[in-house]
């Protein structure tokens, strides 16, 4: 697959995992601990699917 086209993918389910964890967290936890932890989430997220696209491309 193109990286290009994988960047973009992973942004948008990125994008997405955000947005169900920003709906989910505060439910479970109060507000600003879910909202941080949310935020958290979604970097750990990107910098990890960064590090597997460039294990792959190189």
Known sequence: MDARLLDVVIGLIAFIILVILLAVLPMALPAAIA???AIIGFMLFLS???YLVNE???
Request: glycine share 22%; net charge positive.
């Open 56 to 58: 792959k491309i190189t």
């Open 48 to 50: 990890g699917a960064g």
């Open 35 to 37: 909202y941080l932890a």
